[in-house]
């Protein structure tokens, strides 16, 4: 059976850290109401010479390093964006032709939050497929060019950032033990729509629009929806939550990750958390997330781990891989 294998991972961070305490001069909020509602404390914020594509490209080296592999290696370039550099070409493209890359194919996938998951599960098709070998999959936002800063409801949670991993095809026996992708589900919801959106588009208003989210509602269905599809994958893997690792969700608000873990039966210890260090990155979340334990030496060969994320849409899905 081919597997889908992790080869390498990379991140990449704004050159600015915006912390709590410099929205108390924009909005009318402060450091311990933000970190009360959501445990963020901080987030980067992308400057002008900073893009989504900058950004991925510089994750993505990064992850080629690691596996110590070269861009003559991947075939497949898949992007999860909801902030791409342009409206066309897709900004995989724009990566692919920086990474000097005259072959293969590649394309943006828009899932909002959860994107990336979103991404990973789409590589595994096409790796499983015999379409490629290896893919490099990338989560890259510039979320704060869409925010509304005047907004104290939602300029606080949103942050910048890129991650990204390399995924291999790899013979395997076929049983849980293989290390690579094991198990998936993604389900999405358009009755949700206004409830996490952006209000622009160039079909409709030819501006690129601001995000607009009713919080609550968000809140409400947010751990219904992810033990949903976490669920769903330990019932095709035959595994639970005893036999994880690692849990590395979408890291939006730590209430909702932990009242999702809780309700899941995943001890807390096997939770990842970046929320406090990036905010919400959306589709660059669960990469920047799973960079960080994979760098401090938490997340280690063999390990079973499990992505969960959710987003506008909506959308929301989980992968469960032995790393």
């Given at each position: 059976m081919?597997?889908?294998?992790?080869?390498?991972?990379?991140?990449?961070?704004?050159?600015?850290?915006?912390?709590?305490?410099?929205?108390?001069?924009?909005?009318?909020?402060?450091?311990?109401?933000?970190?009360?509602?959501?445990g963020i404390r901080q987030r980067y914020i992308a400057n002008e010479s900073e893009t989504t594509v900058s950004l991925g490209e510089a994750a993505a080296r990064k992850a080629l390093d690691n596996a110590g592999l070269t861009p003559a290696d991947i075939d497949l370039i898949v992007l999860a964006t909801s902030t791409p550099n342009n409206t066309f070409p897709a900004s995989a493209v724009e990566i692919q032709q920086r990474l000097?890359?005259?072959?293969?194919?590649?394309?943006?996938?828009?899932?909002?939050?959860?994107?990336?998951?979103?991404?990973?599960?789409?590589?595994?098709?096409?790796?499983?497929?015999?379409?490629?070998?290896?893919?490099?999959?990338?989560?890259?936002?510039?979320?704060?060019?869409?925010?509304?800063w005047t907004d104290r409801t939602t300029s606080v949670l949103f942050g910048d950032g890129a991650g990204a991993i390399i995924l291999e095809a790899a013979e395997g026996e076929g049983t849980r033990d293989d290390r690579g992708i094991i198990a998936s589900s993604l389900r999405s919801d358009g009755s949700h729509r206004e409830k996490l959106y952006v209000d622009g588009g160039p079909s409709t208003t030819g501006t690129v629009g601001k995000l607009r989210m009713e919080g609550?509602?968000?809140?409400?269905?947010?751990?219904?929806?992810?033990?949903?599809?976490?669920?769903?994958?330990?019932?095709?893997?035959?595994?639970?939550?005893?036999?994880?690792?690692?849990?590395?969700?979408?890291?939006?608000?730590?209430?909702?990750?932990?009242?999702?873990?809780?309700?899941?039966g995943i001890d807390e210890n096997k939770v990842v958390i970046t929320v406090n260090l990036h905010g919400n990155t959306s589709a660059a979340s669960v990469p920047l997330a799973l960079g960080e334990a994979v760098g401090d030496g938490r997340i280690k060969k063999g390990d079973v781990v499990m992505l969960e994320a959710m987003g506008g849409g909506f959308t929301w899905g989980a992968v469960l891989l032995r790393w």
């Open positions: 081919i597997r889908s294998v992790v080869r390498g991972i990379g991140t990449a961070l704004p050159a600015r850290v915006m912390k709590n305490t410099d929205f108390e001069g924009i909005v009318e909020t402060s450091d311990e109401w933000i970190t009360q509602r959501t000097g890359m005259l072959h293969g194919f590649a394309f943006d996938m828009q899932a909002v939050c959860s994107g990336f998951v979103y991404a990973v599960v789409t590589a595994d098709l096409y790796l499983r497929g015999g379409q490629a070998k290896r893919a490099l999959v990338i989560g890259a936002e510039t979320f704060s060019r869409i925010v509304d609550r509602e968000v809140f409400k269905h947010a751990v219904g929806m992810i033990t949903d599809v976490v669920e769903d994958v330990f019932v095709k893997s035959g595994l639970g939550p005893d036999d994880l690792d690692w849990f590395v969700p979408h890291q939006a608000n730590k209430r909702i990750i932990d009242a999702s873990a809780k309700k899941l």
